[in-house]
């Protein structure tokens, strides 16, 4: 208990950690409202699936763009703007509520609004997360803020459920508007107190498309997304169905509220129980509670009455809680600092983007053969989706190797002293016949470090005269570029470098750098060359450099 706690001895953490509760309290009785508001409109299964998808659609458009500003700009600042479109959308659909003005695209539409604002904030709050706490504790601070959304998760619903019986919709809604400013509070304390590092000069449209080479070129990153992006598929009927078959049931908007609070509990559970449950269950993990989590759908499609709908629903929490929080935990651990905003928003969209349409895919079916047979088909594909798990090769926690910066090879970017591009870079390489098989392996790895750091192309040339004279070249967008791709060489990577080097032969390797230049601008080479040399003294990215080779 005091590991799964630790981070709230961390006072920014324990800050954004309180308000992050008491704004999940609000987003939860707002679903709630808006769910059965929109069932007592329309009387469609469909159009409540479009309202659940609402409020995460946004992501499936957005999450990549609001990940590359978090890596731009101050992610508190990003924050706050979100605030304040998701609290603006929830009091207007308070407003029109009361009015009785409100129809059912005017909701859905104020739902795709908050949603712009989740899309916005999520990514720059989970990047926070390791300048929040130790990266020793990223693990169980994520589980804190699953415990914090899920004592939100047994609360709001139940919440929301009398208040939509007892007073009505409109005051659901205003009651989540208040809570919004709460939040802009906590995120202006927090920014105060924290020390951000400073942010890579570069443009909008290279960090976007660095984020996404990223991603395809860190093989562990991409499968973990392609999982995520799956198990959001098959898993979201167990909350956008649940309405219509709370009806199924026998039951009321209360009775609804109760069953999604049912799952919070059990999610609730998940958070402090998910270190001894996760180390028994070692390399399977994952795998098994994929699977748990599509049994648990299984039995509330088929469940008889309520108090077996309430059974599945804690179980359904407690394994989605354990299946997240290790995804996203994995998803932080494989991030560096200066793609973090990018690559969690990535993570967003597997998740939060894609789980929208699966959200309308199930409402759809529910329409059409029913809502159980609909909870049932879909948790078979989740049974299905956790038995192939161990194909993805997903890492356990521990085995994670995070990126690592050392301070000493930590080197300054002068902007004076940037312009030009695109740029080429060459290294000559001069290897031995029989070392030639094992080089190639390490400059394959070497080709993903490159990619992912910031070249857009690189190839491998074998002299055709000089059988022994290997050329790498990669490309970058600008000088800009590649001097940022110096400060993302990470330890890891500077050591698989210096053991190509070792192959060389010629004391090399020997490299060349080739730059477009403005010719009516050009830029001042002298002091270009002086810092660009300092940053390869300094970072590991081509030992003992020499710009005149």
């Not at 020390?195 to 984020?211: H, I, K, Q």
């Not at 049994?295 to 929490?317: F, K, R």
């Not at 060359?529 to 940053?535: F, I, K, N």
Request: hydrophobic content about 50%; glycine content about 10%; proline content about 5%.
């Amino acid at each position: 208990m005091g590991s799964a706690v630790a981070p709230l001895h961390h006072s920014a953490f324990r800050v954004l950690w309180a308000v992050s509760i008491l704004s999940a309290i609000g987003t939860f009785i707002q679903s709630i409202a808006a769910s059965w508001l929109m069932l007592e409109m329309t009387g469609s299964s469909t159009w409540v699936g479009l309202m659940v998808a609402s409020s995460t659609l946004p992501l499936l458009f957005l999450a990549l763009f609001a990940g590359t500003l978090a890596d731009m700009f101050d992610r508190t600042k990003i924050m706050l703007i979100a605030q304040v479109i998701m609290g603006g959308s929830a009091l207007t659909m308070a407003i029109l509520t009361r009015s009785g003005v409100i129809t059912p695209p005017l909701l859905l539409g104020l739902g795709l609004l908050l949603g712009t604002g989740v899309a916005l904030n999520l990514p720059a709050f989970q990047a926070l997360l390791p300048n929040l706490v130790p990266r020793g504790l990223i693990a169980s601070a994520v589980a804190l803020q699953s415990a914090a959304f899920n004592t939100a998760r047994a609360v709001g619903p139940a919440i929301g459920g009398i208040l939509v019986v007892s007073a009505g919709p409109a005051l659901a809604f205003g009651l989540n508007s208040l809570t919004y400013v709460a939040a802009i509070v906590g995120i202006l304390v927090v920014g105060r107190a924290l020390n951000m590092p400073d942010r890579e000069p570069t443009s909008f449209t290279s960090a976007v498309a660095l984020g996404l080479r990223f991603a395809r070129f860190t093989p562990q990153f991409a499968r973990l997304l392609f999982l995520t992006a799956l198990f959001a598929v098959t898993s979201a009927v167990v909350q956008a169905v649940l309405p219509s078959h709370t009806l199924t049931l026998g039951g009321t908007a209360e009775t609804f509220g109760f069953l999604l609070g049912a799952m919070g509990i059990g999610a609730l559970v998940g958070a402090f129980i998910r270190q001894p449950v996760m180390n028994l269950l070692g390399d399977r993990g994952t795998m098994v509670t994929v699977v748990a989590f599509g049994l648990s759908g299984i039995l509330l499609g088929t469940a008889p009455n309520l108090p077996v709908a309430v059974l599945a629903m804690i179980l359904a929490g407690l394994f989605w809680l354990l299946t997240l929080t290790d995804l996203r935990t994995a998803a932080q651990l494989l991030s560096p600092e200066w793609i973090r905003g990018r690559t969690m928003a990535m993570y967003t969209l597997s998740f939060g983007g894609i789980l929208p349409l699966g959200a309308i895919l199930s409402g759809v079916v529910a329409d059409w053969i029913g809502t159980s047979m609909a909870i049932v088909s879909f948790s078979i594909g989740t049974v299905v989706l956790g038995l192939v798990t161990p194909l993805f090769k997903i890492p356990k926690l521990d085995d994670i190797v995070t990126p690592e910066f050392s301070e000493d090879r930590a080197a300054h970017l002068d902007d004076d002293t940037i312009g030009g591009g695109p740029v080429v870079v060459l290294n000559v390489w001069t290897i031995d016949e029989e070392d030639f098989a094992e080089f190639t392996l390490v400059m394959n790895e070497i080709r993903m470090v490159r990619l992912r750091t910031g070249a857009y192309r690189w190839r491998l040339f074998r002299d055709t005269n000089e059988p022994h004279r290997i050329t790498e070249f990669f490309a970058l967008g600008s000088w800009e570029e590649h001097l940022a791709q110096h400060g993302r060489i990470d330890d890891a990577s500077a050591a698989l470098i210096a053991q190509a080097r070792s192959f060389d032969r010629a004391g090399g390797p020997r490299t060349r750098h080739m730059i477009a230049i403005d010719v009516e601008h050009p830029p001042d080479f002298d002091e270009l060359l002086v810092t660009h040399a300092e940053l390869h003294r300094t970072d590991g990215s081509i030992p003992d450099f020499d710009h005149n080779g």
